[in-house]
């Protein structure tokens, strides 16, 4: 656990290099490929999103392809095309940007459903189906979709089903008065992403993946995040409760967070800190409240404080 835990020091590090602060918002993505996740980046422009995921890539010797999502984009600029290759007098299967470690899915709401779902299968399964036959994605395999949440005009909100598919949802946020001198005196001259190198290969990641689910669990976690969970379902601010899904989500993303922490078990504050990103996407807030502002994210603050959190003795031992 120590050898993870200076490896995504290593990476973090890296990235803060380019990207000021946010050191939250990258635990946050480390937690996500940690677990095989995928994130929605949602954010008003400007706050260094793509900044963050190209630096998030290359710290990590990954693949690296963005997708410009537009109206007009269509599911086979996604994942690609049969061509016939005249020379050959045969057809030829042309791979898409899909077929990459870190995929940005840039605005992925001003793509037409139909476009949308093209990711589906590869965020589900981690595969492409084209005419018939089954393409395999390498891996690590992660897609980081960012949008905007202000500008609606001429978008395509994703559906619930969709949003659920999302291992994690990240507001990054502006930065306070230092950070943003910081961002003036670093990019005064240059880019300095130009100069970004890997620290971690590949197959580090790869063995994370394999290590972080030896982390010990307790009982007693396991029932408080089932307890958050099932509270969702019938709290009176909330249409739509968490599925089992989103409760699997928890439970990876809590093991993972440990991780990079160093530490081979869980704690309460491990559930806290990581509710509100895994779940709070996952509720839909019922009719009357939002129109008195209320948002997934306040709504699920209230429902983890609504649950008590086991003592910590009982949880570190197994």
């Known amino acids: 656990m120590e050898h993870i835990k200076d490896k995504c020091k290593e990476i973090k590090t890296n990235i803060s290099k380019v990207i000021v602060g946010k050191e939250e918002v990258i635990d946050q ?8 996740g995928h994130v929605l980046l949602e954010d008003v422009p400007g706050l260094g999103k793509t900044l963050l995921t190209k630096a998030f890539a290359k710290s990590i010797d990954c693949d690296f392809s963005r997708i410009q999502f537009t109206p007009d984009l269509l599911p086979s600029d996604v994942t690609g095309i049969n061509f016939y290759n005249q020379q050959q007098s045969e057809f030829e299967f042309k791979k898409g940007p899909i077929f ?11 793509a037409t459903p139909r476009t949308q779902s093209s990711l589906l299968e590869s965020m589900e399964e981690v595969q492409v189906s084209v005419d018939g036959k089954t ?15 202000v500008e609606q005009q001429g978008t395509f909100p994703l559906p619930e089903a969709q949003m659920d598919r999302f291992f994690m949802k ?4 502006y930065p306070d008065f230092d950070e943003e001198m910081e961002i003036l005196n670093r990019f005064r001259k240059e880019n300095p992403i130009e100069q970004l190198t890997p620290v971690v290969e590949k197959s580090d990641i790869l063995k994370m993946q394999e290590k972080y689910t030896g982390v010990f669990i307790s009982e007693d976690i396991k029932k408080y995040i089932v307890k958050i969970v099932q509270h969702t379902r019938k709290h009176k601010l909330i249409s739509l409760g968490v599925s089992p899904r989103g409760s699997l989500a928890l439970f990876k993303a809590v093991q993972a967070y440990a991780v990079i922490n160093g530490r081979d078990y869980v704690l309460p504050d491990d559930v806290q800190k990581m ?3 895994i779940l709070g996407h996952r509720v839909v807030t019922a009719g009357l409240n939002k129109l008195k502002g209320e948002d997934s994210i306040s709504v699920m603050q209230n429902v983890v404080q609504e649950i008590q959190a086991p003592v910590e003795k009982q949880v570190v031992s197994g």
Do not use: K, Q
């Not at 994605?137 to 949008?147: K, R, V």
């Open 170 to 173: 990240i507001s990054m946020g």
């Open 29 to 36: 993505l480390l937690v996500s490929i940690i677990t095989s």
């Open 100 to 110: 990459n470690n870190i995929v940005l899915a840039d605005e992925i709401n001003r």
């Open 275 to 277: 509710a509100m990103p």
């Open 135 to 149: 393409y395999r994605l390498d891996s690590p395999f992660m897609i980081i979709a960012t949008e905007n949440p």
